[in-house]
C-alpha cells in the first residue's frame, strides 16, 4: 500500500503563495502511476473537503470551485511526487492539507500539513 507524506505548509499572509508536496513511497504490486491523486483539506470545526483532483497520467485536473483559478494541482510520476500549487490564499484557505491517493475505490492519506493564511 502506497504511503503519503505531504510538506511546504506554513503560514503565509493574505494574497501570497505555497506549494505543498506529496511524496509518494512503500509501493508493492502497484507503481506511483497506478494511483489518481487528490488533495483535500479540513479547517478547524469543519469536515473535510475536497481540494483538488489529478488523473493518473496528471492529463485532467478536477478543482473545487473556492480554489479554481488559484491553485493548481501537478504530479511527477518519474519522482513519485504531487504537488499544490497555492497562490492568491486567502484567510478561509486556513485547514490542514491533506493528500490523498485512489486505487480500485481504495484510498490512502498523508498525515497532513498545515497551511495558515494570516493577516
Known amino acids: 500500500q502506497v504511503h503519503l507524506v505531504e510538506s511546504g505548509g506554513g503560514v503565509v499572509q493574505p494574497g501570497g503563495s505555497l506549494r505543498l508536496s506529496c511524496a509518494a513511497s512503500?509501493?508493492?504490486?502497484?507503481?506511483?502511476?497506478?494511483?489518481?491523486m487528490n488533495w483535500y483539506r479540513q479547517a478547524p470545526g469543519r469536515t473535510r473537503e475536497f481540494v483538488a483532483a489529478i488523473t493518473r497520467a496528471g492529463d485532467n485536473t478536477i478543482y473545487a470551485d473556492s480554489v479554481k483559478g488559484r491553485f493548481t494541482i501537478s504530479r511527477d510520476n518519474a519522482k513519485n511526487m504531487m504537488y499544490l500549487q497555492m497562490n492568491s490564499l486567502k484567510l478561509e484557505d486556513t485547514a490542514v492539507y491533506y493528500c490523498?491517493?485512489?486505487?480500485?475505490?481504495?484510498?490512502?492519506w498523508g498525515q497532513g500539513t498545515q497551511v495558515t493564511v494570516s493577516s
Open positions: 512503500g509501493f508493492t504490486d502497484f507503481t506511483f502511476s497506478s494511483y489518481a
Open positions: 490523498n491517493a485512489v486505487r480500485d475505490s481504495r484510498r490512502t
